[in-house]
């Protein structure tokens, strides 16, 4: 799973969970890159009567760093509110819900946007506190320059069935998607979860299923390939997602022409916060906050916590900068699934096995960027401060017939040059981490990749009706009603 439930304390708290970041030159408006965030992991559609929603008391951001030093240039801060149109009925909606605005709609979210630049160290470096907040949080931008660019935004409901929510798209979805006086556009809501992944073969001793012949533990009937199964395939997810020219991004406020050009490289994460406070209001019978905000979930690079952070650090890791990323150094270097795979497969993987120097072409993918000269047309470097963070060269086009694989498919606008909502990041980190990017940053080194060091995957891929071609690009979430049935 790339962030579903990475860590033992967020997985306590999925309004706070950041499952998966994309960054991305937008492929129908090549002049916009388009940045989404994932939270509330691993919904079943059928999730009456209390639906799922964004937390009223968590402060989302999107961080972008635009100068190589791992900390925030720009923050786009998201803040929900719910309301309740009628208490007294148990309903999330008495009715059709085919507007935004309709009154059937009994529990509904709205959300503002504030932007932030200038240097913001983010909400876990102790901003001011401000008022308490009884329900949600009230932003405080302290030291920081804030623009609030957007308020009173609705959030589309559930998908709940084609009675309570018909023509969910055409009528809630697309009607969430709001332009902003200042040049960006925004979804939050309920999408499908554009992630796959066959969990439940990954975390079963990593048996892939199309190569669980040659795994060490062979129950009966695994002696042969089979096709991967898709955990998230029909799961929803809740969607933060905005869509900026590059020019509003960029540190010198151009739309980068030369791929070469450090300031057409991007650094991107996001993060969630929770004021330090928390207290049960007795008046209210309401939680209420207060204090400073303090991080408690972030995500760059998909997996990066889920797999390479040890279990006793990955609280930690999830209350830190991208910028404090140096002591997961070794970890990179000498990953502990590249001593596993060979382990798992015996005889299989026999160079990999033997490999003890440390990984340079893992840091250069996760921690550095990849420098000029490694990938031809191609860099993402930010520097060499250590910091996992999506890079992104806005300078690389949008490609016309995109592959899966990323850079590895030949594909330089696809991971590990940002991240596409159809990327298989799964598969690129697995035969990454097997070795098959060792030779392309240390040529020096007489390692071989192992033969099926590049054909490693665990048999998912994109599905139908998952993606959408204009923004925000994740599909329809599935709906309570129909899909049990699949």
Known sequence: MSSHREAPEISKDPVADNADVYAFVSPDAPDTVTIISNFVPLQNPAGGPNFFEFGDDVLYSIYVDNDGDAMPD???????????????????????????????????????????????????HGSPPGPPAQGGPAFTSGPTRGSVIGTNLSCPPCNIGPR????????LGSAAVHSLASGERVFCGQRNDPFYVDLGSIFDLGDLRPFQFAHLVKPAGADMAAPGVDGTKALNIHTIAIQVPIAMLTNDGSKPASVTSPASVLGVWSGAARRKVQMFDDHTNRKASSGPWVQVSRLGNPLFNEVIVPLGKKDEWNSENPADDAEYLPNVQHPELGGLIPALYPGVFPNLGALTAARADLVAILLTGIPSGIVAGFQNYTGSRYADMLRLNVAIPP????????????????FPNGRRVADDVVAIELRAIAGATYPLVDSTHTFVPDAHAGDLTDGTGPGPNRYLTVFPYVGTPYDGFDTPAV
């Open 74 to 124: 720009i923050e786009y801060q998201f803040q929900f509110t719910s309301t309740i149109e009628n208490p007294n009925t148990f309903l999330y909606n008495t009715g059709p819900v085919t507007s935004l605005d309709s009154p059937n709609w009994n529990r509904r979210q709205s959300y503002s946007v504030t932007r932030i630049d200038g240097g913001s160290k983010g909400p876990h």
């Open 164 to 171: 309570s929510t018909p023509d969910y798209e055409a009528n």
């Open 399 to 414: 490609t016309a017939a995109p592959s899966p694989y990323g850079i590895l498919g030949g594909d330089l606008a696809g």
